[in-house]
C-alpha cells in the first residue's frame, strides 16, 4: 500500500491539535475524508482542513472507495466498533488511546485484526517523541544503574467543567464512555511508557474512591504493580487535589542514581547521580502524534516496523481494569 487515502471518524480537538495535520506531512499520505455524527462539526473540519468529502455515518465513510485506512479519533466506548468494521472492510486502523474502553473490547480487536490479518495500530505516540526516547537512553545506557523501583505521582485541582450537572459532564467522566473516569483517559500515557521501557506488568491492583464527589467515577486513586523483570512499581493519581499538591512526575530509581520526568508538561528530565545533577530539556515536535502516525504510514508502505499495535497495547487497558477492579 504506496498511496494512503486516511478517512477519519471523528474530528474533535486531538484531531486539530495533535494528529489530524500530520497525516498529510508524510509522504504518499492524505486525508480524504472525514466524519462525525454532527454535520457541522465534520463539514467545519472539511472545509477548515481542505478535505474533499465529509459525513455524518461511519459505515459510509467506511464504505468510500477513495478511503483505504481508517483513523478512529472518538471517545473509547466506540474504539472496538469501529476499529472492526474498518478491518472487516480490509482497511488498516489507527485508533486513538486507550485502545478501548475495558480489556474485553481489546481481546475483540485483536481476533479480528487476525482474522482479517488487517493491521490495527494505536496511538501512544509518546514512545516515539524526542523527550521520552531520551527517557529510555538513559536508562537503557545504564547512567542510574540497574532500575529497582518506579513510582508515578501525578496530581491536579478539579476543571471547572467537572463541577457540571451530570447530564452535562465531559464524556471522560462518563465511565460507561470512557470506561472511568479521568485516570483512565491520562494513566494510559504513563503505564504504556513504562511498559514500553520495561516490559509488560504482571501483576496490578489498586484501591480508588470518589473524595471530591462531584462526578460519579473515581477521582483518587493509588496502585501497585510488578513488571515481567521483576521491578516492582506504585503510583497515585488524584484529579480533585489543591493546586498547592499539582505534580506531574515519574521516578526511576536505580542503584546508581535516579531520573524523574514528566509525561504531560515535559518539564526537564532531572538525572541524580553521584556526578551531581543534570537537567535535560528535549524539544518535541509542533504536532505531537507526527513521529507515530510517519511510523504506522511507512509501516504500511512496507518501508517501516510500528511496534504500537493493538497486540503491544492491550496490557495497558488489563493493567487499568485490574487497579480499578473492573
Known sequence: MKILKWGFIGCGEVCEIKSGPAFGMVEGSSVVAVMSRHAEKARSYAERHGVPRWYTDAQQLIDDPDV?????????SS??????????????????????????????????????GV????????????????????????????????????AVPPRQLD?????????RLQPDIAGGGYFYDLAPHQLDLLQ???????????????????????????????????????????????ESATTDR???????????????????????????TENIEVENPSYV???????????????????????TATPTNWVLDRILGK
Open 163 to 171: 463541577y457540571s450537572h451530570p447530564e452535562t459532564l465531559p464524556w
Open 289 to 311: 502524534q507526527y513521529p507515530i502516525i510517519k511510523n504506522v504510514i511507512e509501516h504500511l508502505q512496507g518501508i517501516a516496523l510500528c511496534e504500537c499495535t493493538s497486540i
Open 196 to 242: 514500553y521501557y520495561f516490559g509488560v506488568i504482571v501483576e496490578a491492583q489498586g484501591i480508588c474512591a470518589n473524595r471530591g464527589r462531584l462526578y460519579s467515577a473515581e477521582d483518587s486513586v493509588s496502585a501497585v504493580f510488578r513488571f515481567e523483570n521483576g521491578v516492582p512499581g506504585s503510583g497515585s493519581w488524584c484529579f480533585v487535589a489543591h
Open 68 to 76: 483505504n485506512a481508517v483513523y478512529v479519533a472518538t471517545p473509547p
Open 250 to 276: 515519574i521516578e526511576i530509581v536505580g542503584d546508581r542514581g535516579s531520573l524523574s520526568f514528566s509525561v504531560f508538561s515535559y518539564s526537564p528530565i532531572v538525572v541524580h547521580t553521584s556526578k551531581g
Open 79 to 116: 474504539h472496538a466498533t469501529f476499529a472492526i468494521m474498518a478491518m472487516k472492510a480490509g482497511k488498516p486502523v489507527y485508533v486513538e488511546k486507550p485502545l478501548a474502553s475495558c480489556y474485553e473490547d481489546c481481546a475483540r480487536i485483536n481476533r479480528i485484526s487476525e482474522l482479517t
Open 119 to 154: 493491521p490495527c495500530f494505536v496511538a501512544y505516540y509518546r514512545r516515539y517523541l524526542p523527550y521520552f526516547q531520551k527517557v529510555k537512553d538513559i536508562v537503557d545506557g545504564g547512567v542510574i544503574g540497574s532500575v529497582i523501583n518506579v513510582q508515578i505521582r501525578f
